[in-house]
């Protein structure tokens, strides 16, 4: 059973639209992280958000975290050539003693931005 | 940056034949971690350590095996390699603080592309 579910799994768009993925789970999370992994590439953080409720910005990129902690979503505004790549949400669930904590991620958004 | 790295790129054996990924980082962290990623599907945590000499195993079964004698080297090794091991395997590497929230950054490395014949 998938803990955490991205959509869409796929999206095309045009230079200078608009778009929004979506990262929803049924669990809770103490955090929720945002990466981008280009072809051939690992993934690199975008965002971590902490609080439920929590917006963050980063340039033309906006996250959101759900109040109850259980989903998050990203906008992106104007999209350009340069955003395309594969995004990943990933979920901090705690680990047994609550020191430390494992990432759960989902499979990712493929966003293509066609010139 | 992110100065973590993984050797080699791509690799393609026949079945049988025992492997071992490399995976160094310079930054000093604590905390390594081997991924398994198949395309159109989910990051799978496969094993993880939080310092030298201590491993554990990830969410996801695998026949593979790692170690941590040195802070900056975490190989995974395939004892026999069979074309179900065929893959993209991710290494990260996080630092050891209060992990406060599970905020802590995990940096990636590119990946080593495997194929299994």
């Known amino acids: 059973t998938q803990l955490l579910e991205q959509s869409p799994q796929f999206l095309s768009i045009q230079e200078g639209e608009n778009l929004t993925v979506y990262c929803n789970s049924s669990?809770?999370?103490?955090?929720l992280q945002w990466y981008r992994q280009e072809p051939g590439e690992g993934p690199v953080l975008l965002v971590t958000?902490?609080?439920?409720?929590e917006v963050k910005k980063l340039k033309r990129l906006t996250f959101q975290f759900g109040d109850a902690r259980k989903d998050s979503s990203l906008h992106i505004t104007a999209a350009q050539p340069g955003d395309t790549g594969l995004y990943l949400c990933?979920?901090?669930?705690?680990?047994?003693?609550?020191?430390?904590?494992?990432?759960?991620f989902g499979k990712g958004t493929l966003l293509t931005v066609n010139p | 940056e992110a100065d973590i790295y993984q050797t080699p790129r791509y690799l393609v054996i026949g079945t049988g034949k025992k492997i071992t990924l490399e995976c160094s980082q310079t930054?000093?962290?604590?905390?390594m971690y081997w991924y398994q990623q198949d395309p159109g599907m989910e990051l799978h945590l496969i094993h993880y350590?939080?310092?030298?000499?201590?491993?554990e195993k990830g969410d996801l079964s695998s026949e593979s095996t790692v170690s941590r004698i040195r802070t900056e080297h975490f190989p995974l090794t395939l004892e026999s390699a069979r074309p179900s091991h065929t893959s993209q395997y991710l290494c990260?590497?996080?630092?050891?603080?209060?992990?406060?929230?599970?905020?802590?950054?995990?940096?990636f490395g590119p990946g080593t592309r495997l194929t299994v014949l």
């Open positions: 990260a590497s996080s630092e050891s603080t209060s992990d406060r929230g599970g905020t802590d950054t995990q940096y």
């Open positions: 669990s809770v999370f103490s955090s």
């Open positions: 958000v902490v609080t439920g409720g």
């Open positions: 990933a979920g901090a669930i705690p680990q047994s003693g609550g020191s430390n904590y494992k990432l759960t």
């Open positions: 930054m000093g962290h604590d905390k």
């Open positions: 350590s939080y310092g030298v000499n201590s491993t």
